[in-house]
C-alpha cells in the first residue's frame, strides 16, 4: 500500500484530491481534467485510450490507405507528404560535437554473434542527407574489453572486392565491409587483465562504435535501415537466412533496448528512432494534407479538443489546419488557421515546433471552430519551406483518473531501509577501469568504483559524492555496484542531495544495474525518474517539497518502477551534467510508512472520560445529539447496532476542535466485541460552516490518499483519517460518528478522538540515517578483510566500455553477456565463475548467466 506526504503546489497533478461523493457510497474512479501548462512549461496531452479517441496514428501500409485506419480518404495531390518509408530507421544527426563519443556515438552494438569470427562481413543499409560524408565518419571495432579498440576512417574500409566504400546519397547504399581486409595488419592490444599482449585484428569481433570525427566542421544526417553480419559478399539488403545475423533493423521504441541477440547497442543524444509517422515535406514546393472519416472522428462533437503530436526537423515550423466537415453531404472546409495561433483549453496559444515531439492542444472553443469535424486539410504557408512530423492526432477532453495518479510524495519509512552508500570516507576510490581489488571498494562494501568519465571533476568532500560542473558542463559518469543489494523488496531508491552554483536535477540521470549483468536505459531527471506515479522528482527550487532538512539537503525519492528502472538493483551508473554543483550524502532503498502522530500537541476533541455522555459540564461540549444505543462504558463511546434498532449516533461540537488551528489527521482508538462487526456502517461528518450533509464510509475514509482505513477488531486500534484525502471539512468545530443501518447489528467502542498531525518525516529519516552511520562506520563494513574463491581458471573478457576513451576494459567470467557504459553486475562477480566473494565478512553468492 502507497501512503503519501501532502505536498504544497507543484505540477498538474496537485488537483482536488476527491470529487463529491454520494452519501454512503464509494466513488472507484476521480476523473478529473488535466490542464496543458505547469506554470512556464508545457505538457500537452498524452494518448489515453481510456479517455481519448484516436483519429489517425499513421500506422498503416500506405498513406492512401485510410481505410486501414477506418477512414474515408487520406491523400496528398501532387506534393511531397508521405507516410516515414518503413517501419522505424534511425536517424543520426553528428557534428565534430555530437556523435563523437564512447557513451554518445551516432550508434553501437555489440553481441556475441561474431566473437569467434563466424561472419566475414559488416553490412549496413543507409543513406545521408544535410551534407554527411564518409569523411566525416569512422568505426570503432571492438574485439574484448580488456584490448584496445582499433580505429578506421570510412574512407579506408574497404568492399569484399578490396575497394573502397561509396560515398553517401540520398538514397539508401547497402555498405558492405570485409573485416578481414579492413583489419588486416592491424592488432588488438591488450590494456589489462589476462590474454595474449597481442591479438590480430580480423572478423572476430564482438561490436562497434560509429562515430564522428572532432576535427575539421563535417556535420549532416545519416539514415540507418539494418546493421547485420553476413557471410554473403552479394547482399542488397537483411535477408533471414544462414549467412545473415541481424544485430538491429531499429523496429522498435526504445534506442537503448538490446533485445535478445546483442549485449548492448543505442546512441547518443542526436539519435533517434523515426517511427511510422506522417512526413510533411514541404522543402521544395507547398504541401498539402486532406484525411476524414466518421467513426474516428469527432462528428458527434464528444470531445472539446484536438492534439497533434508533432515535431520539426529544425523547430519553429508552422502549418496550417482548416477544419473538414460533412453536413447534409456537403463537404465543407473551414478557414485554414496557422498552428502557431491556435489556443488550448486554457485560452493560451500553445508552444512553437520544436525538434522534439510535443503533444501540442487545440480547444473548439477557444478558436472559433465548430468540433463537429469529420477530419482536417493540413498545408504549407506560403513562401516557406521545411519539414514536419506528424505521429498522432487525436480528441480529447483532457480527463484521466486522478485516483491512478500520485499527487502527494510518498511517507517514507525510517525504521526500514537500506543503505548503499553513505560515502563516508577519505577519497572517491574511483578507478578508470574495472579493478576488483579496488581496496577503497572493498573497504566500503562495494565491489568496485569507476570513474569513466569526469573523474578529475569528481571527489568525495565532507562524506559527500560531490559532482562539479560549474567550470565545465560535459557530463560525467560514476559506476559502482555494492554488496547492499535491493532484491525488489524496496519500492524506492532515495538520494540525499544538495545542489550549488545552479545545479539541478533536470541534469541528473541514472541507470540501474540488475539481474547479473543488465541496465536500465538511462532515465533523466527532467520528468523520465518519477516520485510515484505521474509525479515527477522535484528540483532544488520546488515550493513546500516535505523533504527538506535543516541544513539544506533534499531526499529524492525515485520510484523505480514509475521510473522504469528495474525494480531489483545491484549498482548504478550516475550521470550529471551541464551546470553546478551537486552533492550526494546517501543513496538508500525505502519503502512507504505510517505517520508518527505527534502526541504532544494533538487537540482532544473527547475523551469520554466520564460517566454521563451528554454531560456538557463535565465534557465541556457546546452540545450533544445522540442515538438511543449511544453511551459510555468504561470510558469509551459506545455506539451498539440492533435488530430493532439498527441505526446509532454520536453527534457534537466542542470548544476543543479544529476550527481555527487546523490539523491535518483526525484520530481515535475503535474495537469491537466481535468478529462478525465490520465497517459497512460507519460513517463519519464534520460539523461546520461547509460541511454539507455528506457522510463517509470505509471506502472513502483514507488515512492517506488511496489508502483506506482498516477493519475494526476485538483489540483497540488507532484509526488515522487524514481529513482532507477522505473529502471531511477540516475547519470544523464538531463530528458525528454514525454506525448501524438495516439489517447491521454489532456493537464498536471508542476510546478517544482528537485532532494532530504528524512527526516531520524528514526529522525522522535524517535521524534514522544518522543512527545508521554512527553504528555502520565504513559504510556497514566491519572488516577490511576481502578473500575470493575462484572455481574455474578460465576467464573471458567482455564489452563495457570508458564514456571518454578508447582505454576501457572489464574481465568477466565466461559465458556472461557484456553491458555497455559500465560493468553489469554479471561482471561484477570479479571472474568468479560459480563460486562465493567474501567482502568485509559478507559473503556473497556469484552466479554465473548462460547465454
Not at 489517425?56 to 481505410?67: I, Q
Not at 556515438?105 to 569470427?117: L, M, R
Not at 471506502?699 to 477522505?726: H, K, N, R, W
Not at 545508521?772 to 573478457?797: A, S
Request: hydrophobic content about 35%; glycine content about 8%; overall charge negative.
Amino acid at each position: 500500500m502507497r501512503k503519501y506526504i501532502r505536498k504544497g503546489s507543484f505540477l498538474v497533478l496537485a488537483l482536488l484530491m476527491l470529487g463529491i461523493m454520494q452519501i454512503f457510497t464509494v466513488k472507484a474512479a476521480n476523473i478529473q481534467e488535466a490542464p496543458v501548462w505547469d506554470g512556464e512549461t508545457y505538457l500537452g496531452r498524452e494518448y489515453n485510450a481510456d479517455f481519448d479517441q484516436m483519429f489517425d496514428n499513421f500506422e498503416r501500409s500506405a498513406l492512401g490507405s485510410a481505410e486501414e485506419a477506418n477512414l474515408w480518404w487520406a491523400y496528398s495531390l501532387d506534393t511531397d507528404v508521405d507516410l516515414t518509408d518503413r517501419i522505424s530507421y534511425l536517424e543520426a544527426k553528428y557534428s565534430t560535437t555530437v556523435g563523437t563519443t564512447k557513451d554518445a556515438p551516432i550508434y553501437k552494438v555489440a553481441s556475441q554473434s561474431n566473437t569467434t569470427g563466424s561472419y566475414e562481413l559488416l553490412v549496413l543499409e543507409m543513406r545521408g542527407k544535410d551534407g554527411a560524408s564518409i569523411e566525416d565518419l569512422y568505426l570503432s571495432f571492438r574485439y574484448l574489453d580488456n584490448y584496445e579498440d582499433i580505429d578506421i576512417d570510412f574512407t579506408n574500409l574497404l568492399d569484399p572486392e578490396y575497394a573502397a566504400l561509396p560515398e553517401l546519397t540520398s538514397e539508401y547504399q547497402t555498405y558492405i565491409i570485409d573485416l578481414a581486409g579492413t583489419l588486416s595488419g592491424k592488432t588488438f592490444n591488450l590494456k589489462s587483465g589476462e590474454g595474449a599482449p597481442t591479438v590480430e585484428a580480423g572478423k572476430a569481433l564482438a561490436g562497434f562504435h560509429f562515430m564522428s570525427k572532432t576535427t575539421g566542421d563535417g556535420a549532416g544526417t545519416i539514415d540507418i535501415k539494418s546493421v547485420y553480419w553476413s557471410n554473403d559478399a552479394t547482399t542488397i539488403g537483411y535477408t533471414d537466412s544462414t549467412d545473415n545475423f541481424l544485430l538491429d533493423d531499429f523496429n522498435r521504441t526504445d534506442l537503448h533496448d538490446p533485445g535478445d541477440d546483442t549485449w548492448w547497442r543505442g546512441g547518443g543524444p542526436g539519435s533517434q528512432i523515426i517511427g511510422k509517422w506522417l512526413a510533411f515535406d514541404y522543402t521544395s514546393q507547398k504541401a498539402e494534407f486532406k484525411e476524414a472519416g466518421y467513426d474516428p472522428s469527432n462528428a458527434l462533437g464528444n470531445y472539446d479538443n484536438v492534439v497533434f503530436r508533432i515535431k520539426g526537423a529544425v523547430g519553429g515550423e508552422d502549418i496550417l489546419i482548416s477544419p473538414f466537415y460533412v453536413v447534409n453531404e456537403v463537404q465543407t472546409i473551414g478557414d485554414p488557421i496557422a498552428l502557431s495561433t491556435l489556443k488550448g483549453p486554457d485560452g493560451q496559444v500553445g508552444p512553437a515546433i520544436t525538434t522534439e515531439f510535443q503533444n501540442i492542444v487545440i480547444n473548439f472553443d477557444e478558436n472559433e471552430i465548430d468540433k463537429t469535424v469529420n477530419g482536417f486539410k493540413l498545408e504549407s504557408k506560403d513562401g516557406e519551406s521545411g519539414l514536419i512530423y506528424i505521429d498522432q492526432i487525436f480528441f480529447t477532453n483532457m480527463e484521466y483518473d486522478a485516483s491512478t495518479i500520485a499527487t502527494e510524495y510518498p511517507l517514507l519509512d525510517p525504521t526500514d531501509f537500506l543503505v548503499f552508500d553513505n560515502f563516508n570516507r577519505d577519497s572517491l576510490g574511483a578507478t578508470s577501469d574495472y579493478d576488483p581489488n579496488n581496496q577503497v571498494a572493498l573497504d566500503n562494501g562495494l565491489l568496485f568504483i569507476i570513474g569513466y568519465a569526469g573523474m578529475d571533476r569528481m571527489s568525495i568532500d565532507d562524506g559527500n559524492l560531490v559532482f562539479d560542473c560549474t567550470q565545465n558542463g560535459e557530463y560525467i559518469q560514476y559506476t559502482s555496484a555494492g554488496s547492499r543489494i535491493n532484491d525488489g523488496s524496496y519500492q524506492y531508491m532515495v538520494l540525499k542531495v544538495k545542489g550549488e552554483d545552479g545545479a539541478s536535477m533536470n541534469y541528473f540521470r541514472i541507470k540501474t544495474i540488475h539481474d547479473g549483468d543488465q541496465r536500465s536505459t538511462d532515465v533523466w531527471g527532467n520528468g523520465g525518474l518519477k516520485s510515484g506515479t505521474g509525479l515527477p522528482i522535484p528540483d532544488f527550487d520546488t515550493p513546500d517539497y516535505p523533504y527538506v532538512t535543516d541544513d539544506g539537503y533534499m531526499y529524492v525519492i525515485i520510484d523505480l518502477e514509475a521510473s522504469n528502472l528495474s525494480s531489483t538493483v545491484e549498482g548504478f551508473d550516475l550521470y550529471y551534467s551541464d551546470a553546478g554543483k551537486l552533492s550526494i550524502d546517501t543513496i538508500f532503498f525505502a519503502n512507504d510508512g505510517e505517520p508518527i502522530i505527534d502526541q504532544e500537541n494533538k487537540v482532544v476533541f473527547d475523551d469520554f472520560n466520564r460517566t454521563i455522555l451528554d454531560d456538557l459540564e463535565t465534557s465541556g461540549h457546546y452540545w450533544f445529539d445522540l442515538g438511543e444505543e449511544a453511551s459510555i462504558i468504561d470510558n469509551a463511546l459506545v455506539l451498539e447496532s440492533t435488530v430493532d434498532d439498527p441505526h446509532t449516533w454520536y453527534r457534537t461540537a466542542a470548544p476543543a476542535n479544529n476550527k481555527t488551528n487546523l490539523k491535518e489527521y483526525l484520530v481515535f482508538k475503535m474495537k469491537t466485541d466481535s468478529e462478525t462487526t465490520d465497517l459497512s456502517s460507519f460513517r463519519i461528518s464534520t460539523v461546520s460552516e461547509d460541511s454539507g450533509p455528506s457522510f463517509y464510509n470505509q471506502g472513502s475514509l483514507v488515512s492517506f490518499p488511496g489508502v483506506p482505513i482498516p477493519e475494526v477488531t476485538t483489540e483497540y486500534q488507532t484509526f488515522v483519517v487524514d481529513l482532507e484525502a477522505s473529502g471531511l471539512d477540516p475547519a470544523c468545530e464538531g463530528l458525528t460518528f454514525d454506525f448501524g443501518f438495516g439489517d447491521a447489528a454489532g456493537k464498536i467502542y471508542i476510546d478517544e478522538i482528537y485532532f494532530a498531525d504528524r512527526v516531520s518525516h524528514v526529522d525522522l529519516v535524517t535521524d534514522a540515517l544518522q543512527t545508521w552511520d554512527d553504528e555502520n562506520p565504513n559504510n556497514g563494513v566491519t572488516t577490511t578483510t576481502t578473500e575470493q574463491t575462484t572455481t574455474t581458471t578460465e576467464q573471458t573478457t567482455t564489452t563495457t566500455e570508458d564514456t571518454t576513451t578508447t582505454t576501457e576494459q572489464t574481465t568477466t567470467t565466461e559465458d556472461e553477456t557484456p553491458e555497455d557504459d559500465g560493468l553489469g553486475s554479471g561482471m561484477i562477480a570479479l571472474i568468479i565463475a560459480g563460486g562465493v566473494l567474501v567482502v568485509g565478512g559478507v559473503s556473497l553468492v556469484i552466479f554465473r548467466k548462460r547465454n
